[in-house]
C-alpha cells in the first residue's frame, strides 16, 4: 500500500435539513486510482468541492499525508496537492494550451516579464509527460480546436504543473467517444505511473471500472461501498450492486464478498 495522501473522517454537510455528505470516511494512497460512484444526488460532487476547499464541511476532519489539516479552505486544499479538473469549467477553449496550462500562474523572466519560451517549452514537456502524443499539436494550438480526450489532457497538464499529488476528475469521458476515452485513460495511466493519485469521477461504470482500482459508491450522502476491482470482480457487478441499494429488494451480487468481510472484522475484534 502507498503512503495515505488524504483521508476524510466522518465529513459532514448539511444544506438545511438535507445531508448533502452524511458522515463519510474515504481515503486515497499515493499512486492510485480511485472510482467514485453514485446516482443522482448522491453526494459526489458535494464531496469534491469540500476535497477542493470550495465548500466547507458542517463536521469531520480531514488529514493529509497523515497529518490533520485544521481551518481546511482553498488555499490548504492547494497547497496539500490537491487539484480538481471540474467538467464544466475545465478550460478556456478559445486560448492557446500554453495559456490554459499557465493561466494565474504564469512563467517570468527575472524583470518580471512572460517567459514565453520558456511556457513554449514548459507546457510541450508537460504534454508529451502526461502522454500526449499527437503529432500535429503544438503549444500554440487552441483548445477548441482539439479533440474531447486532448482537452482533458490539457487540463490534466495543466493540474500537474500546479504540482497536483492528487488529481480530481470530474466526469471525464461523458460525452466523450470510445477512442477519446481511451485518450483520457492513457493520461490517467501515465499520471499514476508517476506516482500521484486520481479520484475519478463517472457516471459511466463500465469506464470508472476500467480505469480505477478501487472503488466507493455513495448513497443519499453516506459511502454504501469500499471495494477493490479484484473484490468486485466486474463492471456489472457493481451496476447490479448501486441497482440494489436503489432497490434494496432486487439481488445483491456483493452480498458474499461483505458478509466475508463483516465475518473477518468480527473475527479480528473477537
Ligand atoms: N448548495 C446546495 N443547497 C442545497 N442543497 C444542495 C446543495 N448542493 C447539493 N445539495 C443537495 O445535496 C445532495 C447531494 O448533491 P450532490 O450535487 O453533491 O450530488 P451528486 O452525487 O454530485 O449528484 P449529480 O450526479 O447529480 O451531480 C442533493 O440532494 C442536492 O440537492
Avoid at 473522517?9 to 486510482?33: C, M, P, Q, T, W
Avoid at 483520457?184 to 506516482?195: A, D, I
Amino acid at each position: 500500500m502507498g503512503e495515505r495522501l488524504i483521508e476524510l473522517r466522518d465529513i459532514k454537510k448539511s444544506y438545511g435539513n438535507v445531508f448533502a455528505v452524511g458522515g463519510v470516511s474515504l481515503h486515497v494512497d499515493r499512486g492510485e486510482v480511485v472510482g467514485l460512484l453514485g446516482d443522482n444526488g448522491a453526494g459526489k460532487s458535494t464531496l469534491i468541492k469540500i476535497l477542493a476547499g470550495a465548500v466547507r464541511p458542517s463536521h469531520g476532519q480531514i488529514f493529509v499525508r497523515g497529518k490533520e489539516v485544521p481551518g481546511w479552505s482553498p488555499a490548504r486544499s492547494r497547497d496539500a496537492g490537491i487539484e480538481t479538473v471540474f467538467q464544466d469549467r475545465a478550460l478556456a477553449v478559445q486560448q492557446t494550451i500554453v495559456r490554459n496550462i499557465f493561466m494565474g500562474r504564469e512563467i517570468t523572466t527575472a524583470m518580471g516579464f512572460l517567459d514565453v519560451a520558456k511556457e513554449r517549452s514548459e507546457a510541450e514537456r508537460l504534454m508529451r509527460e502526461i502522454g500526449f502524443t499527437s503529432k500535429v499539436f503544438s503549444p500554440d494550438s487552441i483548445v477548441g480546436q482539439l479533440s474531447g480526450g486532448e482537452r482533458q489532457g490539457v487540463a490534466i497538464a495543466r493540474a500537474i504543473y500546479n504540482k497536483a499529488d492528487l488529481i480530481i476528475l470530474d466526469e471525464p469521458t461523458t460525452a466523450l467517444s470510445l477512442t477519446e476515452t481511451e485518450k483520457v485513460f492513457r493520461f490517467v495511466r501515465t499520471v499514476r505511473e508517476s506516482g500521484r493519485s486520481i479520484l475519478f469521477i463517472g457516471h459511466n461504470i463500465h469506464h470508472v471500472f476500467d480505469i480505477a482500482e478501487r472503488f466507493i459508491v455513495l448513497d443519499r450522502g453516506r459511502v454504501a461501498l469500499e471495494i477493490t476491482k479484484d473484490e468486485a470482480k466486474s463492471a456489472e457487478n457493481l451496476i447490479a450492486f448501486m441497482e440494489h441499494i436503489a432497490h434494496p429488494n432486487g439481488p445483491n451480487p456483493l452480498e458474499a464478498i461483505l458478509a466475508e468481510r463483516a465475518a473477518h472484522r468480527q473475527g479480528a475484534q473477537a
